[in-house]
């Protein structure tokens, strides 16, 4: 081969290698929707770097990040309210930050016998209510601090026949719960004293919001 072949077969080497490098390139980057060049190689390292909100993903250069992934982590329980008052109402003092630092499935072996007591303290005379549960029952009701909602059907937190498959905004659920304590089978025990099975606060002065977070705004 003559020196113009060499030389001719090096300039050929040259761009196909430069062709190539660029087809590289190309592959390690994109283009966001800016149109700014995104390298993701780190988006495959099994690192989090750059600002990935996880190991390779998240942020503005990898693919998001998985549910488990974004909640990945140690996480404290300081408080719960499932349904208003459990805690406050049928609790001992000092046994209260217990509740809410107890997870749901464990409530029932822990409290269960607690709020028992604490029925039968607070009406002495009490037999059943008027959902026909007795104190032990009624206690096994409320031991779980959770609120249940029905798949199918109504949602009510009482309404004289649908218990706790879910709550509305305008149930007062205060009354509902001091209604099964104090109100006897017919619900009407202490009705010539009215504030045991009702705590006085009517409905809302204000409508609710037709938008969220639906509730009324404070005035």
């Known amino acids: 081969m003559n020196y113009q072949g060499i030389m001719n077969n ?7 290698s430069l062709v190539c490098i660029s087809v590289l390139l190309v592959q390690c980057y994109n283009e966001d929707k800016f149109g700014t060049p995104i390298f993701q190689e780190r988006c495959f390292d099994g690192i989090q770097n750059g600002d ?11 693919k998001p990040c998985s549910v488990e992934s974004e909640f990945a982590g140690t996480y404290r329980q300081v408080d719960q309210m499932g349904r208003p008052a459990v805690n406050l109402l049928l609790n001992v003092e000092g046994r209260r930050d217990s509740l809410n ?3 749901p ?3 029932h072996a822990k409290f269960q016998q607690v709020f ?21 029952a009624l206690a096994t009701l409320f031991s779980k601090d959770v609120l ?14 649908t218990i706790m498959t ?6 007062d659920v205060m009354d509902a719960n001091l209604l099964w304590i104090f109100g006897g089978p017919g619900g009407t025990k202490n009705n010539n004293d009215p504030l045991l099975i009702q705590d006085g606060v009517p409905t809302n002065d204000v409508p609710f919001l037709n938008t969220f977070p639906y509730l009324a705004p404070p005035f």
């Open 105 to 107: 499935s464990k409530m």
């Open 101 to 103: 630092l107890t997870v």
């Open 52 to 62: 990935e909100t996880g190991i390779d993903c998240g942020g503005s250069e990898c």
């Open 148 to 161: 249940w909602v029905a798949e199918n059907g109504p949602t009510n937190y009482y309404n004289g026949s």
């Open 116 to 136: 028992k007591n604490k029925i039968m303290i607070l009406d002495t005379t009490y037999t059943t209510n008027v959902l026909g549960l007795d104190a032990e």
């Open 10 to 16: 090096i300039k050929y080497f040259k761009i196909v």
């Open 166 to 171: 879910g709550r509305a905004l305008g149930e």
